[in-house]
């Protein structure tokens, strides 16, 4: 029995205008569907790193602060670079160190809390003292105005307590040193007289000494 093949149909190829209206089809279909993702997708997120500060910016605020007298801890009386210290009186500031040299003889270091201060500095204290002890004339115990003021003139230093104000009511009037108020075991003036009469009695508090009356 004979088999006969199919008659075979040729491929009549495609004319060049439509394989490129085919193209552009393709091309629109894709462009399409990737407009739809955007669309749907949810917008990128972007990393902003916030900036910081220079790292070598100084801190204002001490500084104006050391300017006006304020004292780091651990200041000496020999830091005398410190403007709370420069602004001294220098017998004053001359008296102190000579002590303090012969105090570390007995392991003593004169630690400061305090020594000059400008008047806005000693204005700004009276103000916090009439707010914790409630009245001005509470507070007139403690500081003095910075029209009265011997720290705003140079002419007193606060000791801290851990050795250093006991060393000078011990010693200190052989250096015109003294201790000058009954209530503040820390506040150190010069008395040159001291020397050879030993230093005067202290007052009570800062509100019975007369050089401090307005």
Partial sequence: MLHH???????????????TALVLAVAAAVAGLAACQAASSPPATT??????????????GARDGEAAGHVPDGATVF???LPALAHLDPALLAALQAAASDAERDGVTFFVNSAWRSAAYQDQLLREA?????????????????D?????????????????????????AAYGLCLVYANEP??????????DEGCPE???????????QE
């Fill in 5 to 19: 093949r199919p008659a075979h149909t040729p491929v009549r190829p495609t004319p060049r205008r439509a394989r």
């Fill in 47 to 60: 990393s902003v790193t916030p900036a910081k500060a220079p790292a070598d910016r100084p801190d204002r």
């Fill in 79 to 81: 830091d005398d670079a």
């Fill in 130 to 146: 009439v707010a914790q002890y409630g009245s001005a004339a509470e507070a007139a115990r403690w500081v003095a105005s910075a």
């Fill in 148 to 172: 009265t003021s011997s720290h705003v003139t140079g002419d007193a230093v606060d000791l801290q307590q851990t050795g250093g104000s006991q060393w000078v009511a011990d010693h200190g």
């Fill in 186 to 195: 820390w506040h150190v003036e010069l008395r040159p007289d001291a020397v």
């Fill in 202 to 212: 202290p007052y009570a508090d800062p509100s019975q000494d007369p050089r401090l």
